[in-house]
């Protein structure tokens, strides 16, 4: 597990319009269509109307917004994309799984996450909800998923190495919450996971609180033994009958998993 660094104080005073326009852009991004009005923006960012109108018009003189309709409403445009493009990544997310993932979103239809650990949780590195008709959800790169409660945290956890799942389980457990008394319950603990190394894949039916009407299942991503990441496929609850989903949608995501882990061995890691 990668060690996190502290980052020193800089000593260079924060340059608050860029931070508050970066701000704007980060809810825009995560707004239906990258389109939202001024008040829906000033609420998302905690920034005064007054001052997100500016923003967004400094924005649109550099192109990176434009106006929609009769000009209430700001959208992104294309210039924003723009400005990843000199981004080149290195590791197996960008060179292995990111193309897979796109690969084989006709087939699954539904949006799927890639998720690694980080401490208690699992975090989204690759995501084609922004691609799916039937995603609910856009900008998923970066969120963090509760590990025992979560399809992606349970494939993970089951087929992770031991020194890991120890280690994860041990934080988990000195939690003063309700994913450590979770974690506490070792019986149960023990009990999910080898249900899930049992049936080959994770599943959440909404124990996730806060997405109480998302139904998931997910599959561990192997580099040699042990599982390095896991990746999910999510469905609005009651939408596809659990029968569906294990008949037709759980072998189609085993064939990712199984490509991506594959190109994590071959070399892409």
Not at 5 to 16: N, W
Not at 69 to 91: K, N, P, Q
Not at 146 to 152: E, R
Not at 174 to 184: I, K, Q, S, T, Y
């Amino acid at each position: 597990m990668t060690r996190t660094v502290a980052a020193e104080p800089s000593q260079y005073k924060e340059v608050r319009g860029l931070t508050r326009g970066l701000a704007v852009i980060r809810a825009m991004n995560g707004m239906a269509g990258g389109i939202g009005s001024v008040l829906e923006v000033a609420r998302a960012t905690g920034i005064h109307r007054t001052t997100v109108k500016r923003l967004l018009e400094t924005l649109k003189a550099e192109g990176l917004v434009d106006h929609r309709d009769d000009g209430g409403t700001y959208a992104l445009t294309f210039e924003v994309r723009r400005l990843a493009e000199g981004y080149v990544g290195g590791d197996w997310i960008d060179t292995v799984a990111a193309p897979a993932m796109r690969a084989h979103l006709r087939a699954l239809s539904w949006p799927s996450d890639l998720a690694t650990p980080d401490g208690c949780d699992m975090v989204v590195r690759e995501s084609t909800h922004r691609q799916s008709m039937l995603s609910q959800h856009r900008a998923m790169i970066g969120v963090r998923i509760p590990m025992l409660v979560s399809s992606l945290g349970r494939a993970w956890l089951a087929h992770c190495g031991e020194t890991a799942r120890e280690a994860t389980l041990a934080m988990l457990r000195a939690r003063d919450d309700a994913h450590g008394a979770l974690a506490r319950d070792t019986r149960r603990i023990a009990r999910l996971l080898a249900e899930t190394r049992r049936r080959g894949y994770a599943l959440n039916t909404g124990e996730w609180a806060s997405q109480s009407d998302v139904t998931a299942i997910a599959c561990p991503v192997f580099d040699g033994p042990d599982a390095v990441a896991a990746v999910n496929l999510v469905f609005m609850r009651d939408v596809v009958p659990l029968a569906e989903i294990r008949a037709r949608h759980v072998p189609l995501l085993r064939s990712l998993a199984r490509e991506i882990s594959d190109g994590v061995v071959a070399g892409g890691r």
